[in-house]
T-cell receptor, first 111, second 112 residues
C-alpha cells in the first residue's frame, strides 16, 4: 500500500497572495493530478503530470501554476488568490491513468 | 469534451435496502469507468472499476456498464449507515491520456 500526503490541510491567505499547496506520494506512481472540488460542481481537473518535469493543463488551469519537481511530489500554486477560489484541492496519483488514489484534500481560505 | 451526469443528486435509503445510483455520459468512446466514494472531509476511495459491458462486483458494490445506452450504475447491497457519503462516477476518454472526468456526485444517506 501507499499514501498520498497533502500539506497544509488548511491554507489561509489574503486576496492577491501567491499560495502553494504540496503533495507527496509513495506509491511510485508515474502520473499525478490536482483537482479542485467546489460544492455542487464536482471535481474539476487543474493540472496533471505524466512524469517528472512534465505538465499538462486540465480544464481549470487559468490562475494556477504547477510543478513536478520529482516523481514523488507535485505542487500547485495559486498565482493570485481570490475569494471565489475558496475550495478543497485534491491531489491524486496513478499508474498511467489507471485507478487514481487521492489525498485527503487541502482547504483554501481567502480572507 | 466528455460530460458526465449523475442521478439522483441525493438519495435516502433504509439500512439493508438496496441503493442504486446512476451515471450517464456523453459519448461511447470511453472504456474505463470507476465509482468512488467520499466521506465528509476525506479524500476519495475507489469502490469498483469496470472496463467492459456487463457487471463487476466488489463485495457489496456492483457496477453495471452499458456503453450502447451510455450508462453506468452502482448498486449497493445491504447498505449501512457507514456507507453514508457522496458517490462519484468517473470515466476516462477513449484513447486515454490519463485524464479522468467526474460527475458531480450523489449524496447517499443510510438511515438505521
Amino acid at each position: 500500500g501507499g499514501i498520498i500526503t497533502q500539506t497544509p490541510k488548511f491554507l489561509i491567505g489574503q486576496e492577491g497572495q501567491k499560495l502553494t499547496l504540496k503533495c507527496q506520494q509513495n506509491f511510485n506512481h508515474d502520473t499525478m493530478y490536482w483537482y479542485r472540488q467546489d460544492s455542487g460542481k464536482g471535481l474539476r481537473l487543474i493540472y496533471y503530470s505524466i512524469t517528472e518535469n512534465d505538465l499538462q493543463k486540465g480544464d481549470l488551469s487559468e490562475g494556477y501554476d504547477a510543478s513536478r519537481e520529482k516523481k514523488s511530489s507535485f505542487s500547485l500554486t495559486v498565482t493570485s488568490a481570490q475569494k471565489n477560489e475558496m475550495a478543497v484541492f485534491l491531489c491524486a496519483s496513478s499508474f498511467s491513468g489507471n485507478t487514481l488514489y487521492f489525498g485527503e484534500g487541502s482547504r483554501l481560505i481567502v480572507v | 469534451q466528455q460530460k458526465v451526469q449523475q442521478s439522483p443528486e441525493s438519495l435516502t435509503v433504509s439500512e439493508g435496502a438496496m441503493a442504486s445510483l446512476n451515471c450517464t455520459f456523453s459519448d461511447g468512446t470511453s472504456d474505463n469507468f470507476r465509482w468512488y466514494r467520499q466521506h465528509s472531509g476525506k479524500g476519495l476511495e475507489v469502490l469498483v472499476s469496470i472496463f467492459s459491458d456487463g457487471e463487476k462486483e466488489e463485495g457489496r458494490f456492483t457496477a453495471h456498464l452499458n456503453r450502447a445506452s451510455l450508462h453506468v450504475s452502482l448498486h449497493i447491497r445491504e447498505p449501512q449507515p457507514s456507507d453514508s457519503a457522496v458517490y462519484l462516477c468517473a470515466m476516462m476518454a477513449g484513447g486515454s491520456n490519463a485524464k479522468l472526468t467526474f460527475g458531480k456526485g450523489t449524496k447517499l444517506s443510510v438511515k438505521s
